[in-house]
């Protein structure tokens, strides 16, 4: 009887010690700008401010702008040699080198057949993941050779955010969080208890809920909530175990400590 009393407590003790992830704060810098983009370890910080792109890093900050584009949806910097730019009123993407200098210019306006992405993310070699509104379908599209590498299934949900890697995509909509593997096909897909966002790391996933953020572990189902101090969640990103989350006033760096 004792015997099955202690694998009871040790059990709620294993479950209970899953129900939150702790978090120690490492660093905070102040930040002032419209949106927080990226960083990295060598401390090369991303943001854009009043329609312009920047990198900013020990020694220098460099800037892109395009007024003929007007704003800016998105930026990713998954591959910081082929960094994107989004630019969603004009259905446009430019591709940067890591100097901020113009590779490609994508005019989905002028290609045929004609695209209307929602979302953009990076692929691998000259690919981008697209969210196309035509279709509803995501597509893996290669903007050198205006070719699709890949096309999913009809995503028949509101599409809330996008993210992705060289071999993986996840579309975060209102009903379901999907994972597709590089070829279009899906992996995985999780019900959606109310998230808005998300950020990927070694496929691991952290997604926000109001003002809190969950932690998903690759190929788990289960969502442990981060026990974070209390601050606004404007941005976030994950990269391996650390999670920056930036506030308007500072950008703050914590490490995660996960089983």
């Not at 990198?55 to 994107?84: C, D, E, M, V, W």
């Not at 975060?172 to 590089?182: A, E, G, M, S």
Request: charged share 15%.
């Amino acid at each position: 009887m004792k015997f099955m009393l202690y694998i009871f407590l040790f059990s709620s003790v294993m479950t209970q010690s899953q129900t939150a992830i702790e978090v120690n704060l490492k660093q905070t810098k102040p930040l002032n700008v419209s949106t927080f983009v990226d960083t990295d370890a060598v401390e090369t910080t991303y943001y854009i401010n009043n329609n312009e792109f920047s990198k900013q890093t020990a020694t220098q900050t460099l800037h892109y702008t395009n007024l003929q584009l007007g704003s800016i949806s998105s930026a990713n910097t998954f591959n910081p040699l082929r960094l994107n730019l989004f630019y969603k009123n004009f259905n446009t993407v430019m591709i940067l080198d890591n100097r901020l200098a113009e590779i490609y210019k994508i005019d989905f306006n002028s290609l045929t057949p004609y695209r209307n992405p929602l979302f953009v993310s990076t692929g691998y070699d000259t690919t981008l993941w697209i969210l196309n509104d035509n279709t509803q379908q995501l597509e893996l599209f290669d903007y050198k050779t205006n070719t699709l590498r890949a096309a999913t299934t009809p995503i028949n949900s509101e599409v809330l955010d996008m993210v992705s890697n060289y071999n993986w995509c996840w579309l975060l909509t209102t009903d379901y969080i999907y994972q597709f593997n590089y070829v279009g096909s899906l992996v995985q897909k999780i019900k959606n208890d109310g998230f808005n966002k998300l950020d990927e790391s070694n496929e691991n996933l952290v997604l926000q809920k109001n003002n809190t953020l969950y932690y998903l572990k690759k190929g788990s189902t289960d969502f442990v909530k981060l026990n974070l101090p209390d601050l606004l969640i404007k941005q976030f990103l994950l990269t391996n175990q650390t999670l920056y989350i930036y506030d308007l006033k500072n950008l703050n760096q914590f490490h995660l400590i996960t089983p």
